[in-house]
């Protein structure tokens, strides 16, 4: 089994920045793609932004690009979520997840709260 250990929410106002931590722990040795998703009041969950094992490839929900950058850091088994230019739409619980190719499995966090003003 894989825990996922999300820190870093909370409440901003618009405008400002915050970053989010995701700590890998457990059967670690397989994870391929650690990713953020988060989900609105009322609506799906949704693709924030995702990055594969070596770095070298990262992907973002249309909605984030240019303002949120994902990382991570292999020796700490850790994802990081930079969050610039924050919106009142950006308000949602971020869940972080990790996914692995062989067995396939997808693991998810219990979640943080962002809430960003305006």
């Known amino acids: 089994q894989v825990q996922l250990v999300e820190s870093g929410g909370g409440l901003v106002q618009a405008g400002g920045s915050l970053r989010l931590s995701c700590a890998a722990s457990?059967?670690?040795?397989?994870?391929?793609?650690m990713g953020w998703y988060r989900q609105a009041p009322g609506k799906q969950r949704e693709l924030v932004a995702s990055i594969v094992s070596s770095g070298s490839s990262t992907n973002y929900g249309d909605s984030v690009k240019g303002r949120f950058t994902i990382s991570r850091d292999n020796a700490k088994m850790t994802v990081f979520l930079e969050m610039n230019s924050l919106e009142p739409e950006d308000t949602a619980v971020y869940y972080c997840n990790a996914r692995k190719i062989w067995p396939p499995a997808v693991y998810w966090g219990q979640g943080t709260q962002v809430t960003v003003s305006s």
């Open positions: 457990g059967t670690i040795y397989g994870i391929n793609v």
